[in-house]
């Protein structure tokens, strides 16, 4: 299994507090994404990686940030969490991009804004 | 934008049969990649199988084939002799470069 860890893996949090998870990887993979899958609407792309310090939006990047100080770290802020970012996040990592490799990803963290 | 539709919520098969899952997708693009994952109930996602868009070939992975078409711009995954440990969410996803987007899902149930 690919070296992809995910934390926390549950969180509860309050409406309108900073939400921040962390993906870690052992893989040394350059390319890295988070996504939210929801029912209803599969994965969606919310950011990705494609170095240190380099970072893009996916389709769903509104209320979100994202910081890549180290290759094996990748971690999503949640500024001011809402209702509607109640979801489950996953984190996946790429050697070239996910265009002609695969994505492994991590197991997921459930998070609920009450 | 790319889009991928899923167009069975839930799919159920007897354990040996054999079962196929529909996927569509739009693009302009003519050089991508088509993934099926598979999600069983611990979440992790799964890699079923690829197939890359300039191969005519059907990619095939032991009980799992495609069958992929081009011009409709279609890609079924077929499952032989279905077995209970088949039994998950199973995911369609269309990548290009950097964007892979995702169906909303079917979910198969393999009865016994």
């Known amino acids: 299994d690919a070296g992809i860890t995910q934390s926390p893996r549950h969180k509860v949090t309050e409406t309108g507090t900073p939400v921040t998870l962390r993906c870690h990887q052992t893989?040394?993979?350059?390319?890295m994404y988070w996504y939210r899958q929801d029912p209803g609407h599969g994965l969606r792309l919310i950011h990705y990686s494609y170095g240190v310090k380099d970072t893009d939006k996916g389709e769903v990047s509104d209320g979100y940030s994202v910081s890549r100080s180290k290759t094996e770290d990748f971690l999503l802020t949640l500024e001011s969490a809402t209702s509607s970012q109640t979801s489950v996040y996953f984190c996946?990592?790429?050697?070239?991009?996910?265009?002609?490799?695969?994505?492994?990803f991590g197991q997921g963290t459930r998070l609920t804004v009450v | 934008a790319q889009t991928v539709t899923q167009s069975q919520p839930e799919m159920s098969v007897q354990e040996a049969e054999t079962v196929t899952l529909s996927c569509t997708y739009d693009?302009?693009?003519?050089?991508?990649?088509l993934f099926w994952y598979k999600q069983p109930p611990s979440r992790q996602m799964i890699l079923v199988i690829r197939q890359e868009a300039y191969k005519q070939q059907n990619a095939t992975e032991n009980r799992f084939s495609v069958n992929f078409q081009k011009a409709a711009k279609s890609f079924s995954l077929k499952i032989s002799d279905s077995q209970l440990g088949d039994t998950a969410m199973y995911f369609c996803a269309f990548s290009n470069y950097n964007d892979m987007r995702f169906g909303a899902g079917t979910r198969l149930t393999v009865k016994p």
């Open positions: 893989e040394n993979h350059r390319y």
């Open positions: 693009t302009s693009e003519n050089n991508y990649y």
């Open positions: 996946a990592i790429s050697e070239t991009g996910t265009m002609n490799t695969e994505a492994f």
